[in-house]
């Protein structure tokens, strides 16, 4: 029938050598598995949907190989001149692009992959990463704490200051937009900024303690570069960006002109639930993890396995990994400090440092803003809380010496919302 071409892109006796492996999940529709690893291996690479009646030699070194299938898991190895050097865009158009529509099959899922040092050399990774922030803040000993003014969106500039002043000086480290604020009519962006960094200097003179604020930059790429030089100016140590929403592009550059500016990344993943939470259709959460890693974000969403948010301890501790191994492959590539946020509280915080240690940003909304005695309360709450757990003792013992620490475990015991 002229189709036997797929199964050449199968080769179960291949021994991968310094090549990017994928691992997908695949249920095949009407076809034998063999012949579904054939067509990811084919359209990712350099096949079509026949054979051809020409086919130099050179090119059929580039074809990519499955290697090995185990039920319905197909690993696959690329060769890398596949590849453009430093190109995420361009690689996710090859192994995770037209191979999605194929109606060969029922549903197919980029579980995982691995690159080899040849291909992440040309990658510059964080700029600053765990230990880069942590020198920023002057911050050693405990995880670092953030919290989102709430409601996310809707307040004008002096709302939002107010609320900055009010979290920060209770003990919070980090103030961060969500990620639908950007620069909307009743609080635009150079307003906001100019109000937090006020907010900032005025803390940090009156407790002693760094702050920073994670300004969400996200827009047209040019326009990001505008207002990343704005915060610069400002002398603030960091933006934010929604990374799958502006684009893989976008983020390399950004980590370009950040570099030159001395700004850190805080990596926003909104979006992602769109492609990543069904187990058998779409890209892992780790795929992205890896990826903006590599792009260059110091900071990234993983999950809290407690939270209000999609993502077990399984998965949650999985990308914890992903951001604080040692990347073995390419050591310029530093470690990402993973962010746990979502529905947490202070009588969460005991479940969230024992899935993350010391090496995490903990990142409370509702439950510093929701406090009965109001944000400031809420953020010693927080700080209290982790606090304790450093001390080695309960909750409950520690909140005998914490009122607002109390009144939150009053409020909201140790339950995880939904």
């Keep these: 029938m002229g189709f036997e071409w797929y199964l050449d892109f199968v080769d179960k006796s291949y021994k991968p050598s310094d090549e990017l492996i994928c691992v997908f999940k695949v249920e095949p529709d009407g076809i034998s598995i063999e012949e579904a690893a054939g067509r990811i291996a084919s359209e990712s690479s350099v096949g079509t949907w026949t054979t051809l009646s020409k086919l130099p030699e050179r090119i059929k070194r580039l074809m990519a190989k499955a290697f090995e299938i185990d039920g319905n898991v197909v690993k ?35 579980e995982d992959l691995h690159f080899p040092p040849e291909y992440l050399k040309h990658f ?37 200051a107010e609320v900055a002043y009010e979290a920060l000086s209770g003990g919070i480290d980090i103030l961060k937009d969500d990620e639908n604020l950007t620069s909307q009519p009743f609080i635009r962006f150079e307003k906001r900024l100019e109000k937090v960094m006020k907010v900032i200097e005025k803390v940090e003179a009156e407790t002693g303690e760094k702050k920073t604020y994670l300004c969400n930059i996200t827009a047209e790429t040019e326009e990001m570069r505008k207002r ?29 002109f950040c570099e030159e500016l001395s700004l850190a990344i805080h990596a926003h993943r ?23 890693r590599i792009a260059g974000v110091d900071n990234m ?44 509280h202070p009588g969460l915080i005991p479940d969230v440092m ?14 510093v803003h929701g406090h009965p005695n109001g ?7 927080l700080r209290d809380a982790i606090d304790a757990v450093i001390e080695k003792v309960s909750l409950e013992e520690k909140a005998e010496q914490s009122k607002e620490l109390k009144e939150a475990l009053e409020k909201w015991g140790y339950i995880s919302p939904k």
């Design 76 to 110: 696959v190895a690329y060769p890398l001149d596949l590849f453009e050097e430093g190109n995420i865009p361009q690689l996710l158009s090859s192994i995770a692009g037209n191979i999605f529509g194929m109606r060969a099959l029922k549903s197919l899922r980029l």
């Design 124 to 160: 510059k990774g964080p700029q600053f990463g765990i230990e880069g922030v942590r020198e920023l803040l002057g911050i050693y000993d405990r995880p670092l704490t953030a919290t989102v003014p709430k409601p996310k969106v809707g307040y004008d500039v002096d709302e939002y």
């Design 228 to 256: 990343a030089e704005l915060i610069a100016d400002y002398g603030n140590e960091y933006v934010m960006v929604d990374i799958l929403t502006a684009g893989w592009g976008a983020v390399q550059t950004v980590r370009d």
């Design 270 to 292: 909104a979006m992602h639930g769109a492609f990543t939470r069904k187990e058998d259709h779409g890209i892992s959460l780790g795929v992205i993890t890896k990826l903006a």
């Design 301 to 344: 969403h993983v999950g809290t396995g407690v939270g209000k948010m999609a993502g077990e301890v399984p998965e949650v501790v999985k990308l914890k990994e992903i951001c604080t191994s040692q990347c073995k492959e390419a050591e310029h590539i530093k470690r990402v400090f993973p962010v746990s946020s979502g529905g947490l």
């Design 354 to 367: 024992r899935l993350f240690g010391m090496d995490v940003i903990i990142q409370v909304g509702g439950g």
């Design 375 to 381: 944000t400031k309360a809420g953020a010693k709450a």
